[in-house]
């Protein structure tokens, strides 16, 4: 059985113009959606008109009537066509790209195949959440800066691409095959034009480099060879406005990834996990107990920018560079943390309560973001599929007020101070007591005797 693709998300930080953009982008997206539900109606209801023909008249649209059985639905490939045919005479193009139009297509296919006999779909709601397919039309240009083609040459976005290194080396070898062969394309148009005076290859190397822009031509780092098994970065890859987890709602560019060959677990066991401020990891298991300090000190919250001079400033670009800085510190750490942590049978954490610690002045969700501790969390959600590991979040409500031994609860330790349980005496790190707590919540949460 193939693995499904490991889908790994990174924060990016679009300026409101950007932002603007992105949104025009899945506007125009679902008019066309909504064009194309409207035709497959028309269809369905025995129209013989084609996409363009439909949506440049004005046959009227009906819905919710039965679908006469005799009329089969196109296939995916005529709906491409016909989509494809429509594009750019509808205005859906330049605005989408090509590959967001395909995925929109597929997806209106899928629903409509899934009810063959039912009411007939309608068009997507306009509060769907914008889900932008770009394929490669994404590229990485340093660690911090994404350039994405549909956005035009000037419009780079700063991104947090905080991922576990084989991912990240695995991304970088994408790009940089595609930079060589990039490389080897124009070398060739360029003898064209020289040697041979092609002026067609002299113009098309011209718009290539336009298109990439200076940083098409730097140098990539060197990168290790890949070891068997390791993942595989594929060209799918997707932009999300993500709201509701109790997060900043924001945008995050999904990756995806052949999985390669990895272990299962090894530990029969649940690991209890506590993620916290001064220590990244509180981990608890059969005969473990590990508190982790935090490998660098403050202070974490942005500094303010002293500007030195008249000068153009990239100050989005350099707080990136600043806030990887601490990932890059801590990196290390959150690769062992999650090596370890899937290599338990389960694995349990807090669903934590990020707006909560706002509301109590503690800035910790903007901390985690920043530092990559967000990030370790879905490390851990997409890698454990892969993995066999069941991985479980416990509402956050009285860990640490609770007794690990006892399981009374009692008042908040202090901080800086032990938790100390005035039932059964037992003292012990807030942190860890918080992580075998939560060890034992997972462990009845999973029915395990
Ligand atoms: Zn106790």
Known sequence: MPKPPVRLTTRIHPTPTQDAHLRAIWTTLLTAQHTLTAWLHHRAGGGNHSLLAFASGTSPISADHPRPRTRALPTLDQLDDEVRAARDALGWTPTVPPSALRWMAAQTARQWHSCPHGTLPGPWPPAQPPELHLDHSVRVLDPVTLAISTLGADELIVADLYLPN??????????????????????????????????????????????????????????????????????????????????????????????????????????????????????????????????????????????????????????????????????????????????????????????????RGFPFADYAQDVGLVSWLDWLNALSVQHGVTVLRMPPAYTSRTCCVCLRVGPRPQTGELFRCASCGQTSHPDLNAARVIRRQGWTALGWP
């Open 166 to 359: 084989p991912h990240w080396h695995a991304l970088l070898r994408r790009q940089q095959r595609r930079a060589v062969h990039e490389r080897n394309l124009r070398d060739a148009l360029e003898c064209s034009w020289l040697d041979a005076g092609d002026r067609d290859a002299a113009a098309e190397v011209l718009a290539r480099r336009t298109r990439g822009g200076p940083w098409a031509e730097l140098p990539w780092p060197e990168l290790p060879e890949p070891c068997p098994g390791d993942p595989v970065s594929r060209e799918e890859t997707v932009l999300r406005w993500i709201d509701g987890d109790g997060l900043p709602a924001r945008w995050v560019v999904e990756w995806r990834f052949g999985a390669g060959e990895v272990p299962g677990w090894v530990h029969d066991d649940v690991l209890g996990v506590d993620v916290g401020y001064h220590h990244p990891f509180a981990c608890a298991a059969h005969g473990l107990n590990v508190l982790t300090p935090r490998p660098f000190r403050g202070p974490f919250a942005q500094p303010p920018l002293v500007r030195t001079s008249a000068a153009p400033h990239h100050e989005a670009w350099a707080r990136a560079q600043h806030r990887r800085a601490m990932f890059l510190r801590l990196r290390p750490l959150l690769e062992s943390h999650l090596d370890l942590a899937l290599g338990y049978r389960a694995v349990v954490v807090e669903r934590l309560d990020w707006g909560g610690f706002a509301r």
